[in-house]
């Protein structure tokens, strides 16, 4: 019954296009969100409106705070200039002074958490700045105090004391004893006064007042022992002056005093006040703020509760019309997935179900049956292009082998180059010794006859054949030594080309023996070729591949570089680059490439010399030993007029192997897969 009902829904949803079906799950989706946004827009003024009485008592809280922070400052910076006054700490009470008006009068009062008790604030800081400008007024009474009745009465009897010193004679004088006393008790005297002004101790009041005292005291002794008129009357100036010194350190005592009060009364009092008034209206403020964040989390609740219950509502719809959207659409799916995994099979006989339906998986059926009926016509073409595939494989392979047989034709023609070059390289030498020999014959046989002849042998002519046999010796051995070296050469280069066999060898003997091969070509042009390769580069690899390299490379140059007879340079330096690789310079200063000549230099068969009977295989081979049997790398750089550079990066243990250089193991060349050039 159930899968009745399935079936019979499935045939419903099917009569509608599967685009209007999708499209029906985004309407529903829309009008979710639509309700979704009404609610949640409802609910985001009451958050507005909560969150901004929350915004602005926290405002409101920055606002006390920095009241406070800056009135307990400015208390500070008062005690601190009172203590020990400058302009700088004035300047900079001035300027904290204007903050904190200004604060509370264009923040504070425009605040309206603060609006009320702004003037209050206002009134409070008021009388704390006033009382400094009290405290500053008595502050200046005070120095002036001190300057005028303390040290200034200080100065003349300081005056009077070396008065008094100067008019006594001698140290032995009745006066001494009791103007020494006095002179000390005037000393601590001064001492006391000075820490009494700057510390406000009571032990330097109480100090001064009793040296002061004992300065009095000793005055009426030392007049009774007064010897002259000048101490006398010094003493009486003294007596005054300790008179006026006494009344100055009273009046101090009493401005200090009243200074000490006006601080505690005035400046402390009124900031406790203030910051009184500030921890009242924070209180209030974190009440309001309470209430604020309780409204803003009943709203937030109340939101969240109203769209659970709409999304869940909704989300039942929609998965229930999701859920029939998809039968409608996973059924006819499947039988369209069993269709295609017998057409992959083979099994081109079962029919497509549902084809006749109007929807889009209908015209999948029916596309997935002509699939299935192009399937039969493919099978049988696959079976008539199979036969064909088979001979054009035999004559791809006939052509491969005809190609390796030119690779090594190209290979053994360079090597026989260089036999008629070393053969003629030889004939010189060795011709040269013939004709030595043959002359040094004769003139033997003539010395022999002139021996055997009955006249006498004269000194001269042993010495003339002495001399003449050593030159003939020194001729031979130069000669035959010549000839030695070139045929060594070439042994030794032909043995590594024709047996490729690997062992170590050192790079810059090879290379001169290389280019020791190569002289005869180098005399019938006018090239000059130069080698800068240092001793102690050693290689493991394979000799042969690399004189193959430098031959091709250095016949290349001389057909295409510098052809018609065109003089030049052709450099080959070596140089390590690490431990592991050797770096190898080719470069000459001919004729140059074209970028189209570069990006195919070591294609093969490319060549630019084709009437000339260039075969195009003499950089293909020398790109695939240096990739592949040497396991490196090779780049060309070469500019049209100014010559060309091979560049070639090997490691100093080759990588490759005998047979890996020109073919893979299926017998098929391998050709470069990549060109490095610069234009």
Do not use: C
């Amino acid at each position: 019954m159930a899968a009745q009902v399935r079936a019979r829904t499935v045939g419903l949803l099917r009569a509608v296009p599967i685009r209007w079906r999708i499209l029906s799950i985004a309407a529903l989706n829309s009008l979710v969100v639509a309700v979704l946004a009404v609610l949640i827009w409802n609910g985001a003024k009451v958050l507005g409106s909560a969150w901004d009485d929350v915004r602005k008592v926290r405002e409101s809280d920055k606002i006390l705070a920095l009241l406070e922070s800056e009135t307990s400052r400015l208390q500070n910076l008062i005690h601190r200039y009172i203590n020990q006054p400058n302009p700088e700490l004035f300047a900079e009470i001035l300027l904290l002074r204007e903050a904190v008006l200004g604060t509370i009068s264009t923040r504070a009062a425009t605040d309206p958490m603060l609006s009320g008790s702004a003037d209050e604030l206002e009134r409070v800081t008021e009388r704390f700045l006033n009382g400094f400008g009290e405290l500053r007024t008595l502050q200046a009474a005070i120095a002036k105090t001190y300057d005028e009745q303390v040290l200034a009465p200080a100065r003349d009897m300081a005056g009077l004391y070396s008065i008094i010193e100067g008019a006594t004679g001698h140290r032995d004088a009745l006066i001494w004893p009791s103007l020494g006393k006095s002179r000390e008790a005037f000393t601590a005297m001064l001492v006391a006064a000075n820490s009494y002004y700057l510390s406000l101790s009571s032990q330097s009041a109480e100090d001064a007042r009793r040296n002061t005292d004992t300065i009095e005291k000793t005055i009426p002794v030392m007049l009774d022992l007064a010897e002259n008129d000048l101490q006398r009357l010094a003493l009486k100036r003294l007596d005054e002056r300790t008179a006026a010194l006494r009344e100055g350190l009273g009046k101090l005592s009493d401005q200090l005093t009243n200074r000490t009060e006006l601080l505690r009364n005035t400046i402390d009092l009124t900031q406790a006040e203030e910051i009184q008034a500030i921890d009242d209206l924070t209180a209030k403020t974190s009440q309001r703020e309470q209430r604020a964040q309780e409204t803003f989390d009943r709203t937030l609740a109340a939101i969240s509760r109203r769209v659970l219950t709409i999304a869940v509502f909704f989300l039942g719809i929609i998965l229930s019309a999701g859920v029939l959207i998809a039968l409608s659409i996973r059924l006819p799916l499947q039988q369209i997935m069993t269709a295609m995994r017998a057409i992959a099979l083979g099994d081109y006989d079962r029919q497509v179900q549902g084809i006749t339906a109007r929807d889009e998986v209908g015209a999948m059926a029916r596309a997935v049956e002509v699939f299935r009926e192009n399937a039969i016509a493919k099978r049988k073409t696959e079976d008539e292009l199979r036969a064909a595939k088979e001979k054009a494989e035999s004559a791809l392979v006939e052509l491969n082998t005809a190609q390796q047989n030119l690779i090594d034709a190209e290979r053994l023609a360079a090597l026989g180059g260089l036999v008629a070059g070393v053969a003629h390289e030889v004939n010189n030498p060795i011709g040269i010794s013939l004709t030595v020999a043959s002359s040094f014959a004769r003139r033997s046989e003539m010395f022999e006859a002139e021996l055997r002849s009955n006249g006498a042998l004269r000194r001269s002519q042993l010495e003339d054949f002495v001399r003449t046999s050593r030159d003939a010796a020194q001729q031979l051995v130069a000669n035959l030594h010549r000839a030695g070296e070139l045929i060594q050469s070439f042994k030794q280069v032909a043995v590594d080309r024709s047996h490729a066999e690997r062992r170590q060898f050192n790079l810059a003997e090879a290379t001169d023996q290389i280019i020791a091969s190569l002289r005869p070509v180098l005399k019938r042009a006018p090239i000059a070729l130069s080698a800068d390769v240092p001793e102690g580069l050693v290689v493991d690899g394979y000799p042969g591949s690399y004189g193959q390299i430098l031959t091709n490379l250095f016949l290349n140059a001389v057909n295409h570089a510098f052809a018609d007879g065109r003089a030049g340079k052709i450099s080959i330096s070596a140089r390590a680059r690490g431990h592991d690789e050797i770096e190898i310079n080719f470069s000459d200063d001919g004729a140059g490439m074209t970028s189209e000549v570069q990006r195919q230099a070591f294609d093969p068969f490319f060549t630019t010399r084709r009437n000339e009977g260039g075969t195009g295989l003499g950089l293909h081979i020398v790109y695939n030993l240096v990739t592949q049997q040497l396991g490196g790398r090779m780049m060309l750089e070469s500019r049209l007029g100014q010559g060309t550079t091979f560049r070639i990066i090997m490691p100093r243990t080759a990588k490759g192997g005998n047979e890996a250089s020109d073919t893979l193991s299926d017998g098929t060349p391998q050709w470069p897969n990549r060109t490095m050039s610069s234009t």
